[in-house]
């Protein structure tokens, strides 16, 4: 077997911050791709200033979160106001691959390095742009972060308790997963085709778009029924019990789901018959369902008195799905995980010993791999102008001195 990574060779000039385009190209970088993360300590990610902090000590090369979606990656630092820059990364994107961005709509055609001018600089590149809402219609200038794209597609509104406000994902979900995820296939095809054919094209990602296309079953619901879903708190449209309960210890809970009758008295049995679960109010689905107020306080007084991981276990081991809610330091020394090799630790030049999660697709003739932490503010920029341009040191500093380059 070959050791070369799949994605070895191709080359990705990376404008992304924040976190869609951060994370998808972390996942090509995993896999081989080359990407030259250009970034300016002057204006830098808004994640290289987001905790969580390396020891609580905030810095521009401290970021837990930034540190998570760029490893793998070579950081460049240039000045974008400098109007010699766009001529560097001119020269970069001539020896390129891919060139991607998510930001604002026309801040690359500021730069005069819009599709039309880098197609220009080299007609065989792919060129991916992930504007919020799309580079048409009424809304295309609009900013928007993964918050708000949130409550913008309904994520916010089918997320938390009915009888309460919105409160979304806890996290920016759509950076995470859908955008991501989207945006690697899309640049995949794209591979494949100038494989194929030799030419490159223009992707467009538009964020709100890719977030929505993950969320079918309320649109449905509407349009079939008339039926505005509303938020459901831990319970399921078509399951009972569904939720999340108290077990032992401060802050600890077990989520139970029971989807049909066999699981059900599968149940049962694990709790020892007691009566109130012989009552016909939860002899079916549907009933269970008319009386889910009363069924989760009576599993819940159940609960409360198990240790959460001995439940758990005696409940899979039953036939029952349940899982402990875990916290962050349950994952890190989850067993499961760890012989699997989940977490991955690298020394960062600044943060020292560091965990990252691994790719979490798994093949036998092309693994991804992590090799190198997330690059500090512009740790690469002599390297790459050196390795992929060719310029001396003296070339180098000169880009310094005129401020073109940190």
Request: proline share 6%; hydrophobic share 35%; net charge neutral.
């Amino acid at each position: 077997m070959s050791n070369k990574l799949p994605l070895e060779g191709v080359r990705i000039v990376d404008f992304s911050w924040v976190g869609a385009g951060p994370t998808t190209t972390r996942m090509l970088a995993e896999f081989g791709a080359e990407v030259f993360r250009l970034e300016s300590s002057k204006r830098p990610d808004v994640l290289r200033f987001t905790g969580p902090f390396k020891d609580g000590l905030p810095g521009i090369n401290r970021s837990g979160y930034f540190s998570n979606r760029n490893p793998n990656k070579e950081s460049v630092e240039i000045n974008m106001k400098n109007p010699k820059a766009c001529d560097l990364v001119a020269e970069l994107i001539k020896v390129s691959d891919i060139i991607i961005n998510n930001f604002t709509l026309g801040i690359m055609e500021k730069w005069n390095l819009g599709y039309e001018d880098v197609k220009i600089i080299n007609p065989n590149i792919i060129y991916v742009t992930m504007p919020i809402q799309g580079s048409t219609g009424p809304h295309r200038k609009y900013m928007g972060f993964g918050a708000t794209m949130n409550a913008l597609v309904g994520l916010n509104h089918l997320s938390g308790f009915p009888d309460k406000e919105p409160f979304g994902t806890g996290t920016n979900y759509p950076d995470h997963v859908p955008n991501p995820a989207h945006t690697a296939f899309a640049i995949m095809v794209a591979l494949l085709h100038r494989v194929r054919t030799g030419e490159g094209q223009y992707i467009e990602v538009p964020q709100t778009e890719v977030a929505l296309a993950v969320l079918p079953t309320a649109i449905m619901d509407y349009t079939a029924n008339g039926r505005i879903q509303n938020r459901l708190g831990n319970r399921n449209l078509n399951t009972a019990p569904h939720g999340v309960y108290t077990t032992k210890g401060i802050n600890r809970w077990i989520a139970i789901a029971v989807y049909n009758d066999d699981e059900w008295k599968a149940l049962k049995k694990v709790m020892d018959y007691p009566t109130w679960a012989e009552s016909p109010r939860f002899a079916t689905l549907f009933n269970r369902m008319v009386n889910e107020d009363e069924l989760d306080r009576f599993i819940e007084d159940w609960t409360k008195n198990n240790e959460p991981y001995q439940l758990m276990n005696k409940l899979i081991q039953a036939g029952v799905r349940a899982g402990v809610v875990q916290n962050a330091k349950d994952l890190l020394e989850d067993p499961h995980l760890n012989e699997r090799g989940f977490w991955k630790y690298l020394d960062h030049q600044e943060m020292g010993r560091h965990v990252y999660n691994i790719t979490p697709v798994h093949m036998t003739k092309t693994k991804g791999q992590l090799v190198r932490p997330a690059p500090m503010v512009g740790q690469h920029t002599d390297e790459v102008l050196k390795r992929v341009l060719g310029l001396s040191d003296k070339e180098i500093q000169n880009l310094k001195n005129e401020g073109i380059v940190g």
